[in-house]
């Protein structure tokens, strides 16, 4: 199975920061990769594919990049709205998640 | 709008099965590939099993492999898992997910653009 390692499992930012969330594969995965933002109590919402494309409707302030074994999300200039768990997903063999980061707006 | 709504949660003794059902509209149901994924405080989120878009080709984690089966009924836009043989380990919130790509029949469109909101699964004795 191809494990996902995301790091940091916490980071606490204030407004307006840049923020990076870094996902390592154990094997390379190309670019079948996506990332999800899961607020508290709600389900995971889509944010990127092909480990770069930004879904419709999300804000460009999210942005994604990599391939290989590393991978990248990062939001530009965090927002309150922001706060909230961040999944990454390889496709590349079945499916697997990241233990997620939690994101804090101070 | 796509909406998912999953159904048929519930609290169930180890040993035992439960069926949950996803009511999917706003699309057609036909046409995209389809999954489950569920959730645990201590373990995130786990890929369950998907289906293609014409119910040909299933797929499952090795965890559930052989106790759970993945179904639709395209007439009634339903997304259907049958749990057997359930153990503690499953109890998780299970979301209904959709493919964001039509007609693919890879495992590789089991990304997911739109989730239900949940169904709680609770095993214990």
């Known amino acids: 199975d191809i494990q996902l390692t995301q790091s940091p499992s916490f980071v606490s930012a204030s407004v307006g920061d840049r923020v990076t969330i870094t996902c390592r594969a154990s094997q390379g995965i190309s670019n079948f990769f996506a990332w999800y933002q899961q607020k508290a109590g709600k389900a995971p919402k889509f944010l990127i594919y092909v480990a770069s494309t930004l879904q419709n409707g999300v804000s460009s302030r999210f942005s994604g990049g990599g391939s290989g074994t590393e991978f990248t999300l990062t939001i530009s200039s965090l927002q309150p709205e922001d706060s909230a768990t961040y999944y990454c997903q390889q496709l590349s063999t079945y499916l697997t998640f990241g233990g997620g980061t939690k994101v804090e707006v101070k | 709008e796509v909406h998912l709504l999953e159904s048929g949660g519930g609290l169930v003794q180890p040993g035992g099965s439960l069926r949950l059902s996803c009511a999917a509209s706003g699309f057609t149901f036909s046409k995209y590939a389809m999954s489950w994924v569920r959730q645990t405080p201590g373990k995130g989120l786990e890929w369950v099993s998907g289906?293609?878009?014409?119910?040909?080709?299933?797929f499952y984690a090795d965890s559930v492999k052989g106790r759970f089966t993945i179904s639709r009924d395209t007439s009634n836009n339903t997304l259907f898992l049958q749990m057997n043989s359930l153990r503690v380990e499953d109890t998780a919130i299970y979301f209904c997910?959709?493919?964001?790509?039509?007609?693919?029949?890879?495992?590789?469109?089991?990304?997911?653009?739109?989730w239900g909101q949940g169904a709680l699964v609770s095993v214990s004795s």
């Open positions: 997910a959709k493919s964001p790509v039509d007609y693919c029949s890879s495992p590789r469109c089991f990304y997911f653009d739109s």
């Open positions: 289906m293609t878009h014409s119910g040909t080709n299933t």
